[in-house]
């Protein structure tokens, strides 16, 4: 059975409070061959080719959790987290879902462009419809739909030392697609077909697409079948971080576009 630490509650509860479909904490101890869903829905991924040291108890992303994280070192082969079953997070079509991870990757890392994070059905033949995440080369990351594409790109960069939340949305009642760092709002495609992401015969892998390295830590991962909100979103971050957020004016009839003045964030500072 999956336990979890009473002083990581206030986070784990925040995210189980938002039914995920699958939640992988990675703070398993070297030479763990799975690692546990934390959902409760028996959806537990296989670790491929971890290295022997420097791979897990990476120091964990939430604030005053002493949970753990892996760090993705570039290798042959490379080391990565994959679902055994292809069928999981293969949506229906018109069905939406949502991705997070946290993320911290150095200065200067050696990441490939394009690098995937996470993804689900890419490959030689290029199975669609598929979704994923990815790093770009200046240290931004993506949120990807491919059947037909749609993408967006951050703004923010992740590459600087530091624990980055990311979430990826797809909003299949509103046929758009969100992504958001650190709680912020990053951009918005709209026009997204209603199509079956991810039913296709790939796994959903952590940490590659078309082998591409890469060299980061990652933690806290999450999949939800249903389209998180702005409000959702920060709340996660907020208690990853443990700084009280406060989430209003969602939106204004003199935005310029989808949720451009109505994002804020305030920091309790006292």
């Known amino acids: 059975a999956f336990t979890h630490s009473a002083q990581g509650a206030t986070y784990y509860d925040v995210v189980l409070g938002d039914s995920p479909a699958g939640y992988w904490r990675l703070g398993e101890a070297a030479g763990a061959t799975q690692a546990q869903d934390a959902s409760g829905l028996n959806r537990d991924l296989d670790y491929n080719n971890a290295p022997a040291s420097g791979f897990f108890g990476q120091s964990g992303a939430i604030v005053g959790d002493p949970d753990t994280a892996v760090k993705f ?13 292809t069928s999981d997070f293969g949506f229906t ?4 879902f949502s991705a997070e991870y946290w993320i911290k990757a150095l200065p200067g890392n050696t990441t490939a462009s394009d690098a995937g994070l996470l993804t689900k059905g890419y490959d030689s033949s290029s199975d669609t419809p598929w979704y994923l995440s990815r790093y770009m080369p200046g240290g931004q990351v993506d949120w990807f739909l491919r059947g037909p594409d749609k993408r967006v790109e951050s703004t923010a960069t992740v590459n600087d030392g530091q624990w980055h939340h990311v979430v990826g949305v797809y909003d299949g009642a509103a046929s758009e697609i969100h992504l958001y760092v650190d709680g912020r709002w990053q951009g918005t495609a709209t ?3 209603a199509t079956s992401y991810g039913t296709n015969t790939r796994p959903f892998t952590i940490a590659n697409h078309l082998n591409r390295n890469v060299d980061a830590s990652m933690d806290e991962i999450a999949m939800y079948n249903s389209a998180l909100s702005d409000f959702q979103v920060l709340e996660h971050y907020s208690a990853g971080t443990g700084v009280p957020s406060l989430n209003v004016d969602f939106g204004s009839s003199s935005a310029a576009g989808p949720r451009q003045s109505g994002f804020h964030e305030f920091e309790d500072t006292e």
């Open 191 to 193: 026009g997204v077909t």
């Open 73 to 85: 070192t570039p290798g042959s082969p490379n080391p990565t987290v994959s679902s055994p079953n």
């Open 93 to 96: 079509s018109g069905q939406s």
